[in-house]
């Protein structure tokens, strides 16, 4: 099993999408071999228990247990690290669907554990318009870097590339863990209209060459 992370904004998007990869495995809500939980349910340390013991039993019909979050935002940071282990080492023919209006609600560790999908394609689309220009950026010193970031024009549509770039990265080599949780700081500093250009400079120092 591959986690998947359906990232979109819309809700209906994301049940729409967990209801399709459901329906190509033959399981629908109410089947015994799937745990199906809500956007409004409360995701503590004992909903993440409660994954950890669903996927701990065998199949009733299906070819492997499966478990669908319509809304995985709303794991609480200590339920995320109790699931970690179970993406780190998943059982035979489990399927684990987790939908979020954005990957950066979820801790670095669990995003690099897992195929992300976004429903609306704007991401995928952003991180190939800026890839090469983010790859050259880390081969630079720090003034050349600042000049990039001072010519940039698309300040937060880069914010977000860079950081779906390096997460990308991290799910192939664990060195960039530290900055790709920089780069998460970073994502709630925007939220908290914190300078832009402020946040990218800070950024580019704390980039690894």
Known sequence: MIAKLLVSSDLSLRIREIDKILNISNLSRGHPDLLYLGADEKLGVEKAKLIRDHFSLRPYSAKGRAVALENASNLTLEAQNGL????????????????????????????????????????????????????????????????????????????????????????????WIDFVKELVDAQHWAKSNVNIRGILEYLMLKMPS
Not at 87 to 94: F, H, I
Not at 101 to 117: C, G, H, K, N, Y
Not at 124 to 152: P, S, Y
């Open 84 to 175: 970690l282990k179970t993406l780190e080492e998943p059982p035979l023919g489990a399927i684990l669907l987790l939908g979020v209006p954005s990957e950066f609600d979820l801790l670095p560790t669990i995003v690099s554990r897992a195929q992300v999908i976004y429903l609306n394609a704007v991401g995928g689309e952003q991180v190939e318009k800026f890839a090469k220009d983010i790859e050259k950026l880390i081969t630079l010193n720090l003034e050349k870097r600042f000049e990039f970031i001072e010519k940039l024009e698309e300040k937060e549509e880069f914010l977000k590339a860079l950081t779906i770039h390096f997460r990308k990265k991290l799910h192939k080599d664990p060195k």
